[in-house]
């Protein structure tokens, strides 16, 4: 019998491909599909493959794909008959990823109360250095492998440190989960390729009626990337950045969306901000208002060592009533609303009131039954 082979299909531009292996990396072992199997298949840029090698082999060429058994993890079947994602229908958010785990955990319960995070969600965590960035993606990550184990998580590290990516691949499950990455040594143009096959696997999973979340740290050095790489249109904006780059940069976070057919695709990527650089603030401008969900993170607050450094007053989330019960709603009013007049204290206080209970629900529980304050 021939031997089972699996891999991710990159399509190149003659129509052929090739099955990857892990963080997409071409090799020598990669195994070549024709370009009449992947039409008559339907298949596309980021379909995870299993099938079977073709007895024969010929010297010096690639190994080639005989029979598909599986795409996805699905029925081939399943393949002829989806749908493609340009074509499916947006809609809002309407079911929350809940972020809750522990009752020391207080990151993920103030999210799912102050800014939750639903299915399809197009999210910005704004944070300066030191802010407790990565500490934070974690949390998600970990809130996300607990409570939506069913869910498929990517996370996307782009010109990141090699240590970084060794931490967060040992932190993570394996489980339903891939760390993809390209490290700040590596060249420009691997930056790219590994953020475009990155998206069309989780557009290829969308398709096949999944919820996909990518965890993108960071936009920023995406952009900075395209903008490394473009041809110059000619027009410059502040701080050198030409404004073509930001076209898929902006494509890709536009990619995330709840899907009326079923499926869908969350996207919560990092910004830096305060770091120094004049193009760094260009391209956080000009992701601003882009997403329906906004994370703030304080360089303040984690200087005075209060954790999450989460600035509470400007997080929140576009539409939360689709995501929270009315009692939730409530709950959120009233901690905003208190928190309001403390300016700086006010994510201090605010994961202090966390703490009076070890579940949201029980703190809901109680605000309900609280009065509320006069003016």
Same mark, same amino acid.
């Given at each position: 019998m021939s031997e089972q082979v699996s891999g991710v299909l990159e399509v190149l531009q003659d129509g052929y491909g090739f099955l990857r292996g892990e963080n997409?990396? !071409? !090799?020598r072992n990669d195994t070549f599909v024709s370009a009449g199997r992947i039409k008559a298949m339907r298949l596309r840029s980021g379909d995870l493959i299993t099938g079977r090698l073709s007895d024969k082999i010929e010297e010096n060429k690639a190994r080639q794909l005989e029979q598909v058994e599986s795409i996805n993890g699905h029925p081939v079947i399943d393949s002829l008959h989806r749908k493609n994602f340009e074509k499916m229908t947006p809609i809002y958010p309407e079911s929350k990823l809940k972020m809750e785990t522990e009752p020391k955990e207080i990151a993920g319960r103030l999210i799912d109360l102050l800014s939750?995070?639903?299915?399809?969600?197009?999210?910005?965590?704004? !944070?300066?250095?030191?802010?407790?960035?990565?500490?934070?993606?974690k949390s998600i990550a970990r809130s996300i492998q607990t409570n939506h184990p069913e869910a498929h998580l990517i996370i996307l590290l782009i010109d990141e440190r090699p240590e970084e990516v060794t931490d967060i691949k040992d932190f993570v499950s394996p489980e339903n989960t891939e760390v993809v990455y390209s490290t700040f040594d590596e060249e420009p143009s691997h930056h790219i390729r590994v953020a475009e096959m990155a998206i069309e696997r989780a557009k290829a999973l969308v398709e096949m009626g999944e919820d996909v979340i990518i965890l993108l740290d960071s936009i920023t050095r995406l952009a900075r990337t395209y903008n490394l790489v473009m041809p110059s249109s000619g027009k410059i904006l502040s701080g050198g950045l030409d404004p073509t780059s930001?076209?898929?940069?902006?494509? #890709? #976070?536009?990619?995330?969306?709840?899907?009326?057919e079923g499926g869908s695709l969350t996207i919560l990527a990092t910004a830096l901000v305060e770091t120094g650089s004049r193009m760094d603030d260009v391209i956080f401008e000009e992701f601003k208002g882009t997403g329906n969900m906004e994370l703030v993170l304080s360089r303040d607050l984690a200087v005075r060592r209060i954790f999450p450094a989460i600035d509470v007053m400007k997080s929140g989330t576009r539409r939360d009533e689709l995501l929270l019960s009315k009692d939730e709603l409530k709950a959120s009013e009233m901690i905003r609303r208190h928190a309001a007049g403390l300016e700086d204290k006010a994510t201090e206080d605010v994961i202090k009131t966390f703490k009076v209970a070890k579940t949201n629900d029980e703190l809901v529980g109680l605000l309900a039954k609280s009065k509320p304050e006069r003016k």
């Open positions: 997409y990396l !071409s !090799s939750p995070v639903g299915k399809g969600q197009r999210g910005l965590i704004i !944070s300066p250095p030191k802010a407790g960035k990565t500490t934070l993606l930001l076209y898929w940069p902006k494509h #890709f #976070f536009g990619a995330a969306r709840n899907m009326r």
